[in-house]
């Protein structure tokens, strides 16, 4: 079975079916916490539109509310008020489970620092969600997702024995195993070096042009987030500016080059 994880390049562009329609809507978003006397507005009415083939970063300073506003849109957690329809499906009219199978069936989300569990293979790590999601052929789907991330020779490695783009690279392939429609990542590159950040882009930019995959992360950094083609800024929880990378301000990120594996095993000793 074809999966979207098998990343062959095609010769023709991508041809995404779908392509256009609007994968993500909110409107009013609003969430608010009180500790104490004090009340923050961590969502402050955010309001916007992405749609399906679209990668876009969202930035703004700490506390701003990128990671709250990508919780809700990852089904992690509910707004305080206002609006989220996914894939056209208002989330809010959902109960827990079938909140968690969307979350199963449509998003894959990626975090900062890469949530592995420490004595898990690679391979047992990606099998994960086809196992919750009652997958057969479990395996098979995770070598081609971790090929996909250019990993197929670090399967049985656990996450010591590998460096932290490695270990992203694995948090990639178990959030894309599932083939989700949406990939969402908060600070995916926030832990790691520059080179490293380049090849997790890399890998990004793949799977959006040629998967037509849906990719929305928060970063930072400005460099980053000029290998997308629409950046959104929140500043006080409100969206402040959304506006298009100008195409020659675009930055395509070099794939990722693999160390010969004799330097890699000279580098584990
Ligand atoms: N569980 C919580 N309880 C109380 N306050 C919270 C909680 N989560 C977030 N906040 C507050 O909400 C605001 C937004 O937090 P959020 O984590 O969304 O910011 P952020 O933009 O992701 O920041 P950073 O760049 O540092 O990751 C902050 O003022 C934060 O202190
Ligand atoms: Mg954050």
Same mark, same amino acid.
């Given at each position: 079975?074809?999966?979207?994880?098998?990343?062959?390049?095609?010769?023709?562009?991508?041809?995404?079916?779908?392509?256009?329609?609007?994968?993500?809507?909110?409107? %009013?978003?609003?969430?608010?916490?009180?500790? !104490?006397?004090? /009340?923050?507005?961590?969502? $402050?009415?955010?309001?916007? &539109? #992405? +749609?399906?083939?679209?990668?876009?970063?969202?930035?703004?300073?700490?506390?701003?509310?990128?990671?709250?506003?990508?919780?809700?849109?990852?089904?992690?957690?509910?707004? %305080?008020?206002?609006?989220?329809?996914?894939? !056209?499906?208002? /989330?809010?009219?959902?109960? $827990?489970?079938?909140?968690? &199978? #969307? +979350?199963?069936?449509?998003?894959?989300?990626?975090?900062?620092?890469?949530?592995?569990?420490?004595?898990?293979?690679?391979?047992?790590?990606?099998?994960?969600?086809?196992?919750?999601?009652?997958?057969?052929?479990?395996?098979?789907?995770?070598?081609?997702?971790?090929?996909?991330?250019?990993?197929?020779?670090?399967?049985?490695?656990?996450?010591?024995?590998?460096?932290?783009?490695?270990?992203?690279?694995?948090?990639?392939?178990?959030?894309?195993?599932?083939?989700?429609?949406?990939?969402?990542?908060?600070?995916?590159?926030?832990?790691?070096?520059?080179?490293?950040?380049?090849?997790?882009?890399?890998?990004?930019?793949?799977?959006?042009?040629?998967?037509?995959?849906?990719?929305?992360?928060?970063?930072?950094?400005?460099?980053?987030?000029?290998?997308?083609?629409?950046?959104?800024?929140?500043?006080?929880?409100?969206?402040?500016?959304?506006?298009?990378?100008?195409?020659?301000?675009?930055?395509?990120?070099?794939?990722?080059?693999?160390?010969?594996?004799?330097?890699?095993?000279?580098?584990?000793?």
């Amino acid at each position: 079975m074809a999966t979207a994880v098998a990343l062959e390049a095609s010769p023709t562009g991508s041809v995404t079916p779908g392509a256009g329609e609007v994968i993500i809507k909110v409107e %009013g978003l609003t969430k608010t916490y009180t500790m !104490g006397d004090v /009340t923050v507005r961590a969502l $402050d009415g955010v309001s916007f &539109e #992405v +749609r399906r083939g679209e990668l876009l970063a969202i930035m703004g300073p700490s506390g701003s509310g990128k990671s709250t506003l990508m919780n809700v849109l990852g089904c992690l957690d509910q707004p %305080g008020a206002g609006t989220y329809w996914l894939d !056209g499906v208002e /989330t809010s009219t959902l109960d $827990d489970d079938a909140l968690a &199978e #969307v +979350r199963n069936q449509k998003i894959g989300f990626v975090f900062q620092q890469f949530n592995l569990l420490a004595r898990t293979s690679a391979l047992e790590q990606v099998e994960l969600p086809l196992l919750y999601a009652g997958v057969r052929d479990r395996q098979a789907r995770a070598l081609e997702a971790l090929a996909a991330v250019g990993l197929a020779d670090r399967a049985r490695h656990r996450p010591t024995e590998l460096s932290g783009g490695q270990q992203q690279r694995v948090a990639i392939a178990r959030a894309l195993v599932n083939n989700p429609a949406l990939l969402l990542a908060d600070e995916p590159t926030g832990a790691l070096d520059t080179r490293t950040s380049e090849e997790i882009m890399a890998i990004f930019q793949r799977l959006n042009e040629e998967q037509g995959i849906t990719v929305v992360f928060v970063t930072h950094e400005p460099d980053i987030a000029r290998h997308t083609r629409r950046v959104i800024h929140l500043r006080d929880g409100q969206i402040n500016q959304d506006a298009p990378v100008p195409e020659g301000e675009r930055l395509t990120a070099r794939p990722i080059q693999e160390a010969p594996a004799h330097e890699a095993a000279a580098a584990r000793r």
